[in-house]
């Protein structure tokens, strides 16, 4: 079992910053990724970055690509996303979680979400 919080969500305003963490807790995950997921109302989760814990191995979707950095940092056992230059499309609940792949079906372990609201 693996328990994850998010924290960092907000408002922010087109072209601002905004820094999303996740802690996670519960046992081990070393061979499998930590991926942020997005969910904008009346959408479907999307898969954001993911970062393979052990190796570092990154992954972005093309509409985040260049803006958002994932990182993690293992001996405290938690995720990062640095968002930079939000834009209203970014406008979504975050969740971060642990699993395989790009696909939300390739996760069974879930934070909460944050929300993340950008203004135009």
């Known amino acids: 079992q693996v328990h994850l919080v998010e924290s960092g969500g907000g408002l922010v305003q087109a072209g601002g910053s905004l820094m999303l963490s996740c802690a996670a807790s519960g046992r081990t995950f070393s061979e499998y990724y930590m991926s942020w997921f997005r969910q904008a109302p009346g959408k479907e989760r999307e898969f954001v970055a993911g970062i393979r814990w052990s190796g570092g191995f990154t992954y972005y979707a093309d509409s985040v690509k260049g803006r958002f950095t994932i990182s993690r940092d293992s001996a405290k056992n938690t995720l990062s996303l640095q968002m930079n230059s939000l834009k209203p499309e970014d406008t979504a609940v975050y969740y971060c979680?642990?699993?395989?792949?790009?696909?939300?079906?390739?996760?069974?372990?879930w934070g909460q979400g944050t929300q993340v609201t950008v203004s135009s």
């Open positions: 979680a642990v699993g395989r792949g790009t696909s939300r079906y390739g996760y069974d372990s």
